[in-house]
């Protein structure tokens, strides 16, 4: 079955960097929607981008957009998210999400109705 399992979550001061990692199994990684999500005690779930694996094409929300980089590889079959200039307000659960096969639209709302790992915590402190 599918199986996403995400590492590189901890504490890091404001300003800086973490790289969080996604080891996808269970379906053809190189041919899916995949991206990352962030859950805040107390606030809705965030979509911050996807990426479609086949052609490595790639979206941001504005809250992390130049800050955050999704990436991908597919002979590890693992989905990457570096972080930079890290904020408090960027404290939060992160989950990757796939889902396999090339859907025709790759977006966060399209990926609610695909699988989701445990999750990583990232705290950001100031």
């Known amino acids: 079955q599918v199986q996403l399992v995400e590492s590189g979550g901890g504490s890091v001061q404001a300003g800086g960097s973490l790289r969080l990692s996604c080891t996808g199994s269970?379906?053809?990684?190189?041919?899916?929607?995949m991206g990352w999500f962030r859950q805040a005690p107390g606030k809705e779930r965030e979509g911050m981008t996807v990426?479609?694996?086949?052609?490595?094409?790639?979206w941001y929300a504005d809250s992390v957009k130049g800050r955050f980089t999704i990436s991908q590889d597919n002979v590890k079959n693992t989905l990457y998210l570096q972080m930079n200039s890290l904020k408090p307000e960027d404290s939060a659960m992160y989950y990757c999400?796939?889902?396999?096969?090339?859907?025709?639209?790759?977006?966060?709302?399209?990926?609610?109705?695909?699988?989701r790992g445990q999750g990583t915590q990232v705290t950001v402190s100031s």
């Open positions: 999400a796939a889902l396999p096969g090339i859907p025709s639209t790759c977006t966060t709302a399209r990926l609610l109705s695909g699988y």
């Open positions: 269970g379906y053809t990684f190189s041919s899916a929607c």
């Open positions: 990426i479609r694996t086949n052609s490595g094409s790639t």
